[in-house]
Each structure stands twice: as C-alpha cells, then as structure tokens.
C-alpha cells in the first residue's frame, strides 16, 4: 500500500476555532499515522489535498443494520459498508437481528469474514442477548466473546430483554468480561408490537396505536437499576424522550455505569410529519413532540447522552410501501448521520467538531471496546480518519444512496456539512458520496 500524504487538514476544527496550529499534514504509512506537522515531501506518497477540512477521528456507530444473513433485497453487509464509508464512518456495529440471528460464535464469525472480505470498514458483528431473540434464554454470549469476534456488545434491538430476571442474568455474564448490553427499551405491555406513533393528540386523530414515552422510560429506569445491583454495564439504544434523559443523568449522578445513544433523525425529526401517513418517517422507538428533541440536543450537549449511532434500517420497498400501521419500522441513517449532526448541533452551538468526534467516533469506539478507533490523530494512531467539509450545503437525493434501500426521511433536505472522505487503514475509502 502506498503511503498517504494529507495536506492542510484543520485537526478537530482547530485551526477555524482560531488555533494557528490547528492546521497541519499527516503523513500515513502502513496504515498508522507517522508523522503529523508540516511535512515538505514524502516521496512517492498519494496526496489528499484537505486545505480547509476538518480532519477527525473515522466514526464508528454502535448500531447497524445490515441485514446479511436473511435480507439481501434489503442490504448486504457490502452495500452497507459502502454506505458507511461514504458517510465518513470506518466501523459499525452490526445489530443481531438478521435471519438467522446472530446468537452464537459461528455466525458472529461469519458477519466479521464478510466484513473484511469486503474491506471498506471494521464491521463488529454485535451477539444477541437472548437465542433467537426470543427473550427467554441467554445466546451463547461467553462463546461469542471468545471468537475470532471477541465480541463484547450485546442486543437483542428490534425488541426489548423485558423479563428482569434475564436481564439481571444478561448482565451478570457480561460483568465477567468487561462486556456491555445495549437494550431496546420497550415494555411491550404498554407499547405492543402495533405501537408505531407517539401516543398523544396526533396519534389519536390519526387513529394510529400509540407508542407512550413510559413504554422507554420505565424499562431504563428498571435497567439503570440493575446495572447498579449487578455492577455492570447497559448501554441505552435511541433514547427518544425527555423522561428517559432525566432517568439517565439520575444514574450517571449515582455512579451508576450506564451509557447512551441518540439517532440522528430523533435530534430534528417530529411526531407531526406523520399527518401525511408517509411510512418513511415510521421508526422505533417513534418520532416525538419538539420538546423532547429538544432535551435530547441539551444532553448530547451536556455528555448525558454519550453517542449519536445511527439505526441505519434499511427496506425494501415492498416492506415499507404498505399503509403506515403495515409498513416496517426504520430508516436510512449511516449517509447523512454526520451531515445532520453538524447541522443542528455545530450549526446550532451546541457542540464544537472536537465535540462531534467525542459523540461520533471516540466514545462510541470507547464503549464498543475498540482500541484502534476513535483516536487522538496522534503519531501511532491507526489512520482511521474522516474529512469534513464544514461549510459544504447538500440537498439529500434518495436515489443517490449506495444502501441498497431508499427509506430515507433526509430527501430534499438541504444540510450544512459533509463528509468529504474517508480513509480506513490508511487507504482512501470515499471521496465526495462516492467510493475511491
Ligand atoms: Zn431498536
């Protein structure tokens, strides 16, 4: 491989935040970063002009959907990392819900040799929590850690882990090996597997089954709790209510160790873009009211919530063309994450890029255990890095997706900043929405 040369990249935003050594090169070789300063030459290197650009750590999101092994119509663990490459990621965590589930070391091996068979970016293939998903008894997570995937990110998304004697025993396995569960927080007494519109006024009108904010909230609650009388791990997934965060600060006051994500689309998207029954912007946990948008900016601001992860769900379009009450839950997400996180958060003040390289690539590699992302940019750091073009406006066009799906609630939506590249292991993986 040859060595890469960047030239005039601004280090974490840096240089325009006034920093006169914000801006510098970064000579790569054998994938590691060897050098960072001015650097004169580097004889026979490729050279990445990024004058201007904003350079950050690749980013990683701890939740995927790839959909191999089951549903290849809807992506393929190839489509979706050139959708992640393209936007500026270098790993995902693959979520366990594929058909078959991803419950034991022989398929969590599969999903990481279809990874690097593919080569774009680390795909982490994330083990269930329970066989088959079915919430009764424990998948073989001690196996799964002590595979080729050393898997240590357990779920069961798609659905909860609502028995707490599983839960509590969930965590107890995974205390041993520094290992974390991620829960899909839905009780599914008080929001059933109809639930798909934020219970409330609209919901009622539109006379779609409501999904209440308590369904999420009494499940961390209860989770955040074990977590403390087990002394593990939990990891919320797509916290989308102003209760929940309220919950999740009360536990991080406490010492609890409990971490957090926020999907892109739940920092701007509201429950009243279904008056028009456009399934695109049917998603679970549901799209909410502004107010809770608005407490989920505050704590992402604030580090309650510590990760932006994308639920990148793609379908196909006979699974998503249905009324809104038939049609699957999700969306497109792993393209556009980063424009939408500089759009609302650095567009809006809440937070600077050395703030969306804490929330997109070194907490997220951080809670995920992945030691070679979410770096310093420093001399010995794998060169896994992300260019942003903070000024850069683009309009979304569905059909410009690499996904293999078009789900996407972003189209014809004109958003400030872009990724412009991204390189994985010292190789240029996209350029401009496009794979290099
Ligand atoms: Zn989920």
């Known amino acids: 491989m040859p060595s890469l040369l960047i030239t005039g990249a601004d280090l974490f935003g840096r240089a325009a935040a006034g920093d006169p050594d914000g801006r510098t090169d970064l000579l790569v070789e054998d994938g590691v970063i060897t050098e960072v300063g001015s650097i004169r030459s ?20 701890l939740h995927t959907h790839l959909r191999e092994p089951g549903r290849e119509d809807a992506e393929t663990i190839a489509t979706g990392s050139a959708a992640a490459a393209v936007g500026g990621f270098t790993a995902v965590l693959a ?22 068979a593919t080569g774009l970016v680390d795909v982490l293939p994330v083990g269930a929590v329970t066989k088959g998903l ?31 004697r599983v839960m509590r025993r969930a965590l107890e396995y995974v205390r041993a090996f520094g290992g974390v569960v991620s829960q899909h927080a839905q009780d599914p007494h008080l929001a059933g597997p109809q639930a798909c519109a ?35 791990r939990v990891h919320v997934a ?19 160790d409990v971490t957090a994500e926020v999907t892109p689309h739940h920092l701007v998207l509201t429950t009243d873009l279904l008056a028009g029954y456009d399934p695109t912007f049917k998603v679970n946990p549901p799209l909410r009211p502004q107010e809770d948008v608005d407490a989920l900016r505050a704590a992402l601001a ?13 379908h196909a ?32 003040g ?27 940019l420093s001399v010995g750091d794998a060169a896994h890095l992300t260019l942003v073009d903070a000024a850069a406006e683009v309009t979304v066009d569905r059909s410009a997706s690499l996904s293999l799906s078009r789900n996407n609630p972003w189209h014809g939506r004109t958003l400030r900043g872009a990724v412009h590249a991204t390189v994985f292991g010292g190789r240029v993986t996209a350029q401009k929405g496009a794979l290099a």
Not at 98 to 111: C, F, G, L, Q, W
Not at 149 to 159: E, L
């Open 42 to 61: 580097a004889k026979g290197a490729d050279v990445l002009e990024a004058d201007g650009l904003v350079a950050l750590p690749g980013l990683v999101d």
């Open 95 to 116: 979520m366990a819900n594929t058909t078959p589930v991803t419950d034991t070391a022989e398929a969590a091996e599969r999903i990481l040799d279809l990874g690097r």
């Open 134 to 164: 079915a919430g009764e008894e424990l998948a073989e997570l001690g196996l799964m850690h002590r595979s080729r995937a050393r898997t240590t990110f357990f779920s069961d998304d798609g659905k909860c882990v609502h028995d707490a």
């Open 198 to 232: 934020h219970e409330g006024e609209l919901s009622g009108r539109l006379g779609l089954p409501g999904w209440p904010g308590i369904a999420e909230e009494s499940i961390v609650a209860r989770d955040v709790m074990l977590a403390r009388h087990t002394g593990s």
């Open 238 to 256: 797509h916290v989308s209510t102003a209760g929940t965060v309220e919950v999740i600060r009360w536990a991080k006051a406490q010492g609890i």
């Open 302 to 314: 604030d580090g309650t919530i510590d990760a932006v992860a994308t639920d990148h769900a793609p």
């Open 317 to 348: 379009r006979h699974d998503k063309e249905h009324a809104f009450v038939d049609a699957a839950f999700g969306m497109l997400g792993l393209e556009t994450a980063l424009s939408v996180v500089s759009d609302v958060m650095v567009g809006g």
């Open 350 to 376: 809440l937070l600077d890029w050395a703030g969306v390289a804490r929330v997109m690539s070194q907490t997220p590699a951080r809670i995920a255990g992945l030691a070679a992302h979410g770096s310093t």
